[in-house]
T-cell receptor, first 111, second 115 residues
Framework: DQQVKQNSPSLSVQEGRISILNCDYT??????FLWYKKYPAEGPTFLIS?????DKNEDGRFTVFLNKSAKHLSLHIVPSQPGDSAVYFC??????????FGTGTRLKVLA | DTEVTQTPKHLVMGMTNKKSLKCEQH?????MYWYKQKAKKPPELMFV???????INESVPSRFSPECPNSSLLNLHLHALQPEDSALYLC??????????????FGQGTRLTVV
C-alpha cells in the first residue's frame, strides 16, 4: 500500500522554464511534508519542507504548495536549470520519526 | 556542518561473512535512521534510534542488527545476508523537534553487494 505516490515517473523541461513535480498521499494523519533531490549513487539531499498548517513555502527557486483537502502537494522550480536534473522524492511524516517516501520523479532539464 | 558520513562507500560480502556499516554525524542530532534503497525504488525505513534507544524497527530480519554506541554514531551489523539484500544503505539523522517534524539529513550511502 503506497501511501505517498508520485504518478509521473519522469518529466522533461526546457532550461529557464518552470518545473512542476506532483505528489499525492492517502494518509490524512500526515502533517509534515518534504522534498528531496537525489543523484545516482548518492544520498537524498533535503530541498524544502512544509507543515500541514501552511499551504505554501518558498525557498529561493523552490516553492512547495500543499492542498490538504485534495491530499496533494507540488514542488515548483523556477527557473529550471540543467543542474536540477535529478530524481525528486516527496516524503511525508505523521509526527513521528517515520518518513514515508514517494516513488520518485526523474526530472531532466534540457539546455 | 550538515554532514552525515557513511563508511564504507562500497562493500562486497559473501553470504557467510560478517560486516558492519558505519554512520557518523556531528550536528547534535538525537534521531538517527537506517534506510534501504533498491534500484528505481524509494528509500524504505529500516530502523530509527531516538536518544540512543531503538524506537522503530520496521520488521527487519535479524540478519540486520543496528547499534547506536553514542549520540554521534550508528552502526548496522550484517550477518548471513542474502543476494536480495544487495542495495544502497542510507543513514540519516534529524533533530527531534516539535512532534519530530523536522528534516532528515542523509549520508552518501553504502552500496552493498552480497555474492
Amino acid at each position: 500500500d503506497q501511501q505517498v505516490k508520485q504518478n509521473s515517473p519522469s518529466l522533461s523541461v526546457q532550461e529557464g522554464r518552470i518545473s512542476i513535480l506532483n505528489c499525492d498521499y492517502t494518509n490524512s494523519m500526515f502533517d509534515y511534508f518534504l522534498w528531496y533531490k537525489k543523484y545516482p549513487a548518492e544520498g537524498p539531499t533535503f530541498l524544502i519542507s512544509i507543515s500541514s498548517i501552511k499551504d505554501k513555502n518558498e525557498d529561493g527557486r523552490f516553492t512547495v504548495f500543499l492542498n490538504k483537502s485534495a491530499k496533494h502537494l507540488s514542488l515548483h522550480i523556477v527557473p529550471s536549470q540543467p543542474g536540477d536534473s535529478a530524481v525528486y522524492f516527496c516524503a511525508a511524516s505523521a509526527g513521528t520519526y517515520k518518513y514515508i517516501f514517494g516513488t520518485g520523479t526523474r526530472l531532466k532539464v534540457l539546455a | 556542518d550538515t554532514e552525515v558520513t557513511q563508511t564504507p562507500k562500497h562493500l562486497v560480502m559473501g553470504m557467510t561473512n560478517k560486516k558492519s556499516l558505519k554512520c557518523e554525524q556531528h550536528m547534535g542530532h538525537r534521531a538517527m535512521y537506517w534506510y534501504k534503497q533498491k534500484a528505481k525504488k524509494p528509500p524504505e525505513l529500516m530502523f530509527v534510534y531516538s536518544y540512543e534507544k531503538l524506537s522503530i524497527n520496521e520488521s527487519v530480519p535479524s540478519r540486520f542488527s543496528p547499534e547506536c554506541p553514542n549520540s554521534s554514531l550508528l552502526n548496522l551489523h550484517l550477518h548471513a545476508l542474502q543476494p536480495e539484500d544487495s542495495a544502497l544503505y542510507l543513514c540519516a539523522s534529524s533533530h527531534p523537534g516539535q512532534g519530530a517534524n523536522t528534516e532528515a539529513f542523509f549520508g552518501q550511502g553504502t552500496r552493498l553487494t552480497v555474492v
